[in-house]
């Protein structure tokens, strides 16, 4: 198993979970224009994959994080998560942290 350490500082930008839903029940989405409220930073680590995908490494404080949600690092570059779960490691806490698989947003023009 290879230890990955982290090359970041991220700041998370969660949705309201679980969304509200409409009269159909279906889940409705946040304005996608409200940014939510920070919270972090942490650090932690974004990694590119072969397939164009990134992988997250998370702070445990982060979570609950869902996909949908939005990190940031301190370059201004961010991304949004497409999945998530938690890994603990038994007996060390210290190694616990949240893994995520996300897509680079492209930079915002002013």
């Known amino acids: 198993m ?7 500082v991220l700041t998370v930008y969660a949705l309201a979970h679980p969304w509200e839903r409409d009269a159909n029940g279906v889940p409705v989405p946040p304005n996608p224009n409200v940014r939510p409220a920070s919270r972090g930073p942490w650090p932690g680590s974004v990694l590119e994959q072969s397939d164009g995908s990134w992988s997250v490494r998370l702070h445990p404080q982060a ?5 949908g949600d939005t990190i940031s690092d301190e ?10 779960r938690t890994h603990a490691v038994p007996g060390c806490p210290d190694a616990d942290y949240v893994q995520a698989t996300a897509t680079l947003n492209p930079p915002e023009v002013p």
């Not at 290879?2 to 970041?8: G, K």
């Not at 370059?75 to 998530?84: E, K, V």
């Open 63 to 67: 979570w609950p994080v869902k996909a």
């Open 2 to 8: 290879a230890v990955v350490l982290p090359n970041a």
């Open 75 to 84: 370059t201004g570059r961010s991304w949004t998560l497409s999945s998530t």
